[in-house]
Antibody
Framework: QVQLQESGPGLVKPSETLSLTCTVSGGSVSSGSYYWSWIRQPPGKGLECVGYISYSGSTNYNPSLKSRVSMSVDTSKNQFSLRLSSVTAADTAVYYC?????????????WGQGTLVTVSS | DIQMTQSPSSLSAYVGDRVTITCRASQSISFYLNWYQQKPGKAPKLLIYGASSLHSGVPSRFSGSGSGTDFTLTISSLQPEDFATYYCQQSYTTPLYTFGQGTNLEIK
């Protein structure tokens, strides 16, 4: 059974950089069959796709965040990461990592439990 | 950008009821429509992919239909554990998955 686990600071100051890591177990980030995704959910609101990365490091980002987002993959640690720069209170959200199936309908079949990141001084 | 609109935004129903949630895309997305269930404080769970395929382990009382711009999620007989928020998601225009605003299903 594939499991994903987010980790990183729960509090980030305005204008600083949010950094999160997702550790994958029971599966490999090196598989070419999946995209590794980040989705966020502001408190009490809906889901927003942040972007995703493939095993080879190819990335695609939400255009509304593109200038501030970067993602990377570390196959040796079976992890992938998110960095979001110049954060504001609007970036306060639960951040989820998830796996998307390329050979299907890009459905997100496994999710991490989510981690709340609060942007506040 | 493709916009996804769910209706209703909230719904009250009894255990045993048949419930239908609708999702409409602002342009055709073929069958690239997925449904998720989210309970408070938990990550979303995949229910249906490709508009009508049931994800592994999901009870058969859940079903999906539709293509193009109009889609439905049906729960044939509501169980207590089904009270949750449901989201549709289009995956036609990757990388930007777009989710609907959610439908909150409450017990009556």
């Amino acid at each position: 059974q594939v499991q994903l686990q987010e980790s990183g600071p729960g509090l980030v100051k305005p204008s600083e950089t949010l950094s999160l890591t997702c550790t994958v177990s029971g599966g490999s980030v090196s598989s070419g069959s999946y995209y590794w995704s980040w989705i966020r959910q502001p408190p009490g609101k809906g889901l927003e796709c942040v972007g995703y990365i493939s095993y080879s490091g190819s990335t695609n980002y939400n255009p509304s965040l593109k200038s501030r987002v970067s993602m990377s993959v570390d196959t040796s640690k079976n992890q992938f990461s998110l960095r979001l720069s110049s954060v504001t209170a609007a970036d306060t959200a639960v951040y989820y990592c998830a796996r998307a199936i390329l050979t299907g309908y890009y459905q997100l079949d496994f999710w991490g439990q989510g981690t709340l990141v609060t942007v506040s001084s | 950008d493709i916009q996804m609109t769910q209706s209703p935004s909230s719904l009250s129903a009894y255990v045993g009821d048949r419930v239908t949630i609708t999702c409409r895309a602002s342009q055709s997305i073929s069958f690239y429509l997925n449904w998720y269930q989210q309970k408070p404080g938990k990550a979303p769970k995949l229910l249906i992919y490709g508009a009508s395929s049931l994800h592994s382990g999901v009870p058969s009382r859940f079903s999906g239909s539709g293509s193009g711009t109009d889609f439905t999620l049906t729960i044939s007989s509501l169980q207590p554990e089904d009270f949750a928020t449901y989201y549709c998601q289009q995956s036609y225009t990757t990388p930007l998955y777009t989710f609907g605003q959610g439908t909150n299903l409450e017990i009556k």
